[in-house]
């Protein structure tokens, strides 16, 4: 059984179909899951909580804020003892509020504390579901990796027929089964991830660098870590908090970058390699601050080892992945760094194309493996960019 023992807390938002959330604490029951039930305010208008705990053995959370004397900080404890957090149904005006960052009850407030992979069954009239504000937050949820589940189409509460009817139970419970199976498939896996730029000192004060901000390797460290991997960050100079359960190691120079990523990679199954790391560094590093002059200042630069090179002469079994920014001939320039590097995957980056490129949190990318496959993907979320890298690494393992 897929759900044996798995921690599963139960949403339930104010929605009619709020009755047949009983039949989906039964079939999670029923799985041998481990389930705690929320409620918002609105949902206990339509099923009394008194219905759930006689069925569950286990007291229904509804309130936001502890009795007196009481320090428990409820809605971070449930965030972090989740497995799984499913809410069935949502309504309109529940997604609406975690599509926006808004938190004003125990339920809002858990899944805004949380990290864990969460399953929306919206529910809600057919003109409803397809108003551009619920589509533009179920996008926007979707692309942050959120999941959903339905709506189906049926016989609604009104009496009018369409879409907007929540999945059948069993459907909910299936889809987090399958949900589970799918953020489970990097288990026992140790994945390495670079991320963030590099700096090369010029003196004390003064450095060259470039652009990157870290967005992408941190989606893709976090995506990994939420599939069941051991992650190990490492991070060039980055203003981005470390997601949660990730080892990071903290690098500024090539150098430091090339030991720590070699140290890490000995007791890989994957490196992933998405800092940016300079071409080029001072070949003098100046003791004292160089001081202004009339005459200008001339750096000699000279090349950085490339020693990801040589990590793929020694990777063996291990899968190494890299990315290649480029402005000018990207494909063949891409081609050309995964044939050199001796890479399984490369991913192509090109500057000029609108949405891609550093600092933003969309990308647009081509993903050019060994074999020759190559798969252009469209305007996304670095997240959703994550998840397509993952899912090829996984296909290779499977």
């Not at 500057?351 to 798969?375: K, P, R, S, Y």
Request: charge should be negative; include cysteine.
């Amino acid at each position: 059984m897929p759900l044996q023992g798995i921690k599963i807390l139960l949403g339930v938002s104010g929605g009619i179909a709020a009755y047949k959330s009983i039949e989906v604490l039964r079939s999670l029951q029923r799985a041998k899951a481990d389930v705690q039930i929320i409620m918002t305010e609105a949902a206990k208008r339509f099923v009394q909580p008194l219905t759930f705990e006689a069925l569950s053995h286990r007291k229904v959370h509804t309130d936001l804020f502890p009795d007196a004397g009481d320090p428990d900080v409820l809605h971070v404890r449930l965030a972090q003892w989740a497995d799984i957090i499913l809410v069935a149904p949502a309504t309109a005006n529940f997604i609406g509020k975690i599509a926006n960052g808004l938190s004003d009850d125990l339920l809002s407030c858990i899944l805004l504390a949380s990290k864990k992979t969460t399953l929306f069954a919206p529910a809600m009239e057919s003109h409803m579901f397809a108003h551009s504000a619920v589509q533009r937050n179920l996008s926007f949820l979707k692309d942050a990796g959120y999941h959903t589940v339905g709506p189906m189409s049926g016989a609604l509460a009104s009496g009018a027929e369409g879409i907007g009817r929540m999945a059948e139970p069993d459907q909910i419970v299936q889809a987090a089964q399958d949900l589970l199976m799918t953020t489970q498939s990097l288990a026992g896996r140790r994945v390495i991830v670079t991320a963030g730029r590099t700096e090369q000192p010029i003196d004390p004060v003064r450095f060259i660098t470039n652009r990157s901000t870290g967005k992408m390797g941190y989606a893709i460290a976090e995506q990994a870590q939420k599939r069941g991997a051991d992650v190990v960050l490492i991070s060039g100079p980055s203003n981005l908090a470390p997601p949660p359960g990730v080892d990071c190691v903290s690098v500024r120079t090539v150098a430091e970058l090339k030991v720590a990523t070699e140290n890490a990679y000995n007791d890989a199954d994957a490196l992933i390699m998405t800092a940016a790391v300079l071409d080029f560094r001072p070949d003098q590093v100046a003791q004292g601050k160089l001081k202004k002059s009339a005459d200008g200042l001339t750096l000699h630069l000279v090349p950085n080892e490339d020693f990801l090179i040589e990590i793929g002469k020694q990777k063996g079994a291990r899968k190494v992945i890299g990315f290649a920014m480029e402005t000018d001939n990207a494909l063949d320039n891409a081609r050309g760094k995964l044939s050199r590097k001796n890479l399984d995957l490369i991913v192509l980056n090109e500057l000029n194309v609108e949405g891609a490129g550093f600092g933003g949190d969309t990308n647009v990318v081509t993903l050019i493996a060994a074999d020759g496959q190559e798969t252009e993907l469209p305007l996304m979320s670095k997240h959703a960019v994550a998840d397509h890298i993952l899912d090829w690494l996984v296909s290779q393992w499977a």
